[in-house]
Nanobody, 121 residues
Framework: QVQLVESGGGLVQPGGSLRLSCAAS????????MGWYRQAPGKERELVAR???????NYADSVKGRFTISRDNAKNMAYLQMNSLKPEDTAVYYC???????????????WGQGTQVTVSS
């Protein structure tokens, strides 16, 4: 009954920008940490950026200075602004959130379905 849905992925040239959105919906009591992860072909899923409910952030070294994670608590949304994109950023990007569910009042780690980001000239 709780879902995360990513949007905003697509094809972009090197040096370009994309903004990913993650919308949480359903029986949500509270959302704690939210994050963006990515998985490139043949690679393991890796942390891209994470943000706490209070707004503290951390980033993978590979994206520091280029990506910015943010959230809108009132809208139950998280965002990933990606600038100066590189071909090595090509991956499926997944939203993640720790959510307390209203129906059982338990915290569960949720994942979105992923959105493809392709950086190519």
């Amino acid at each position: 009954q709780v879902q995360l849905v990513e949007s905003g992925g697509g094809l972009v040239q090197p040096g370009g920008s994309l903004r990913l959105s993650c919308a949480a919906s359903g029986s949500i009591g509270s959302i704690y940490d939210m994050g963006w992860y990515r998985q490139a072909p043949g690679k393991e899923r890796e942390l891209v950026a994470r943000i706490t409910s209070g707004g503290s952030t951390n980033y993978a070294d590979s994206v520091k200075g280029r990506f910015t994670i943010s959230r809108d608590n009132a809208k139950n949304m998280a965002y990933l602004q990606m600038n100066s994109l590189k071909p090595e950023d090509t991956a499926v990007y997944y939203c993640n959130a720790d959510i307390r569910r209203t129906f059982d009042n338990r915290v569960h780690d949720y994942w979105g379905q992923g959105t493809q980001v392709t950086v190519s000239s």
